[in-house]
């Protein structure tokens, strides 16, 4: 398993019978401060500029953009299974599936997808590919344990977490990502204090991949059986958007990830 800088995409090479992948900013149609491939109908970008960047990054797997799902995300740790009956929700901006941080589905008739701007993507498959899921894990997601959610999800699904693979795709990393008290306590409650490192007295450096990876293993998941990209978001806005370090006006990328041979 490793993530790879494939033009406008990162790729997650998961499995040979899953497509995942993570956008960049590059490739797109948007104006700045969307420029160039933002995903986001919620941003003030054009919403004609946001369809033909969801459509290209369908496109880009050989799906149609009304294969897509997406929901309202909300920074907690709601999951939903997706079937073919929800295909097309949220595609474009219409009919999202409420309140949801997390997906997983045993279709093949449907791309999720999310929204990212520095938060955490965790992308999900199992050794055999029976399942695909997208998890959206910042801070508060993270410490939700919406990780721990989705594994005991799979497990009551019939995979367990030992056959379980994933992936933590492009986020701001623990060189950018300033955190205060409130923030820290958190992480230490739920984690650990591993992922923190001090700035100054009432300010810490967080590393959500380190949080992230920590509970997972926590849930069972191996090991060698998660892979992190090595990405900053916040260091790389050449390639990607940064809601903190582009001071709140930027653009999103997107996480999709689906089951092949449909």
């Known amino acids: 398993m490793e993530f790879r800088l494939e033009g406008s995409r990162i790729v997650f090479d998961a499995h040979p019978q899953v497509s995942a992948w993570f956008s960049t900013r590059r490739g797109g149609v948007s104006f700045p401060p969307f420029d160039t491939l933002n995903l986001s109908y919620g941003v003030g970008d054009l919403r004609p500029s946001v369809t033909e960047n969801r459509r290209r990054m369908l496109a880009s797997v050989g799906r149609p953009l009304d294969d897509l799902v997406m929901p309202a995300q909300v920074h907690k740790n709601h999951i939903e299974w997706v079937g073919s009956e929800q295909r097309g929700r949220g595609a474009r901006g219409r009919d999202p599936i409420p309140a949801t941080d997390g997906f997983l589905t045993q279709s093949r008739d449907v791309v999720l997808g999310l929204g990212f701007a520095d938060c955490v993507p ?86 959500l991949h380190r949080a992230n990876r920590i509970l997972l293993e926590r849930a069972g998941v191996l090991a060698e059986h998660i892979v992190e990209a090595p990405f900053c978001t916040g260091c790389r806005r050449d ?24």
């Open 239 to 262: 390639l990607f958007y940064s809601y903190r370090m582009e001071r709140q006006v930027t653009g999103r990328m997107g996480g999709y990830i689906c089951l092949q041979g449909r």
């Open 122 to 207: 965790i992308f999900v498959t199992d050794v055999e590919a029976r399942v695909v899921g997208l998890l959206h894990a910042g801070w508060r997601g993270t410490v939700a344990e919406i990780q721990r959610l989705a594994v005991e999800s799979l497990t009551e699904a019939g995979i367990p977490a030992r056959d379980v693979l994933i992936g933590i795709g492009p986020a701001i990393g623990p060189c950018c990502y300033e955190v205060d008290e409130p923030v820290r306590a958190a992480i230490v409650h739920t984690v650990d204090a591993s992922p923190l490192s001090p700035k100054d007295e009432t300010h810490w450096w967080l590393d």
